[in-house]
């Protein structure tokens, strides 16, 4: 088993940034790869950012340029640097753990509004 918390969410002003962190525990050795999904009200969830074992790093395409997914290993927890915030990127936030073929460990989330 794996256990992923997030932290690092709140309100922050559109062109502001804002940082999530996830901390991972458990089984941390059978996780492949990591990624940053968020739900907007009304909308689907979607994958942001995933990070592979190997360290490649893949971003949806409104979020190129301004959001930034990265590792600490030694401290067992993955980053999400998110500048540049625009309205559009309100959302909850989750983190995820691959350790098959699918994302199958999930935080329970943290709130992200972007708003003046």
């Known amino acids: 088993q794996v256990q992923l918390v997030e932290s690092g969410g709140g309100l922050v002003q559109p062109g502001g940034p804002l940082r999530l962190s996830c901390a991972t525990s458990g089984n941390t050795f059978s996780i492949s790869a990591m990624g940053w999904y968020r739900q907007a009200p009304g909308k689907q969830r979607e994958l942001v950012a995933h990070i592979s074992i190997g360290g490649s790093t893949n971003y949806e395409d409104s979020v190129k340029g301004r959001f930034t997914i990265s590792r600490d290993n030694a401290k067992n927890i993955l980053y999400l640097q998110m500048n540049s915030l625009k309205p559009e990127d309100t959302a909850v936030y989750y983190c995820?753990?691959?350790?098959?073929?699918?994302?199958?460990?999930w935080g329970q989330g943290t709130q992200v509004t972007v708003s003046s």
């Open positions: 995820a753990a691959k350790s098959g073929i699918a994302f199958n460990y």
